[in-house]
């Protein structure tokens, strides 16, 4: 009988091997990337970056009565720099080279209050003294109005009851200025502290800027570093920029009213120019705070003229803010003249005037940070 052989594999064939089992999934193998010490730690670190600006956050809203004295402070504080580094390459220490910057800005403080106060002093006097021939011509109007119909566009309107009213309150009004005078004694009081605040944020502030971009360089984490040494340069080199728009756009207002008060035959057109230079670094509304002492002066002089000084500075701020001011700011901080609007919009809706004064140096940082991280996380230009 013959042996049957089993069928055997085929010669030079591949041993046989028992089928593994699979490994089993472990929580460790799940979670091993999110035990890598270097992920943690930069995670870590960017937790403790984050946490730190909710603390400054906190801190800034905690402050918000004194907010506006800490940015005209931080202001202040930056655009003294570069007298401070040419005073130190002389041999001053910083601290010196900073007093000397701030005796400059008080002394040109109060070369301009010794120039407005003398205007002021006596375009006030003289308005005191027209005022009696003023209301006398003013109650004459009134008294022949009482009793008698006014008629507007076709409506009758009996003015007597208004004019017994204003009669009757004027007694409590005047008995009421006691406590204006003490509200204004207070008001000085807190503008006087809020001054003295803003020169002490400034001082401290020039003294340890170097010492604050490396604290604030120390919250970055290591391999972006040198992605924050770029941005705080551009957002340095935009802030610049800023301030010189601002400047840009102020002289430009005090250089065309203090002409137009020159035209129309002001007192002191000097003045007057450089108070609407002054108050036009304020945002948008400036230009309107500065026209008030000069239409005051032109009261003084005629009625027609203080009208014609109102429509000269409304011309020039309507046409500088509307048309030049987008125009130059934009291409300061690189924005459209749009986005400039609707920064000042939001920022004045937000904070008021010092939401005004930070809107556009915020949405140009906003916009700088946007151009450095977008190419980096799409790998394409913004």
């Known amino acids: 009988m013959r042996n049957v052989r089993p069928p055997g594999r085929a010669r030079g064939s591949a041993p046989e091997t028992e089928p593994e089992e699979p490994t089993p999934l472990t929580a460790v193998g799940i979670s091993a990337w999110s035990l890598d010490p270097k992920r943690r730690r930069r995670y870590l670190q960017v937790a403790f970056g984050f946490a730190a600006l909710t603390i400054a956050i906190i801190v800034l809203y905690l402050l918000r009565d004194f907010l506006g004295a800490f940015v005209l402070g931080a202001a202040i504080a930056f655009l003294i720099q570069p007298g401070v580094v040419r005073l130190m390459g002389f041999g001053l220490p910083r601290a010196a080279a900073i007093g000397v910057m701030f005796l400059v800005i008080i002394l040109a403080l109060a070369g301009l209050v010794l120039l407005v106060v003398p205007l002021g002093v006596s375009e006030v006097g003289q308005l005191q003294r027209q005022a009696p021939g003023l209301a006398a011509a003013a109650q004459g109007r009134i008294n022949s109005l009482q009793g008698s119909p006014v008629e ?48 002490i944020v400034a001082f401290l502030l020039a003294l340890d800027a170097a010492s604050i971009k490396r604290v604030l360089r120390r919250f970055v984490p290591p391999d972006y570093r040198t992605d924050f040494d770029q941005i705080w340069r551009r957002i340095r080199k935009m802030l610049y920029a ?11 207002i005090g250089i065309l009213s203090g002409i137009a008060c020159w035209v129309l035959g002001l007192a002191d057109p000097v003045a007057l120019g450089l108070i609407a230079g002054i108050t036009a670094l304020i945002p948008y509304i400036g230009p309107f705070i500065g026209a008030v002492p000069a239409i005051l002066v032109g009261l003084a002089a005629a009625p027609i003229k203080a009208l014609l000084v109102a429509i000269a500075y409304f011309v020039i701020s309507n046409v500088i803010l509307n048309f030049v001011y987008p125009k130059v700011m934009g291409d300061a901080v690189k924005l459209p003249p749009v986005l400039v609007i609707v920064a000042f919009i939001a920022g004045f809706s937000w904070a008021g005037i010092l939401g005004m004064f930070v809107a556009v140096p915020l949405a140009a940082t906003l916009r700088i940070l946007f151009d450095h991280i977008y190419p980096r996380l799409y790998e394409k230009p913004a």
């Open 242 to 252: 800023y301030m010189r728009g601002q400047l840009i756009i102020a002289g430009m």
């Open 152 to 199: 507007i566009f076709g409506f009758k309107i009996d003015i007597k009851a208004a004019t017994d009213s204003i009669n009757s309150h004027a007694r409590e009004f005047l008995l009421g200025q006691f406590g204006n005078a003490v509200s204004l004694g207070l008001t000085a009081l807190t503008t006087l502290l809020q001054i003295l605040l803003t020169f």
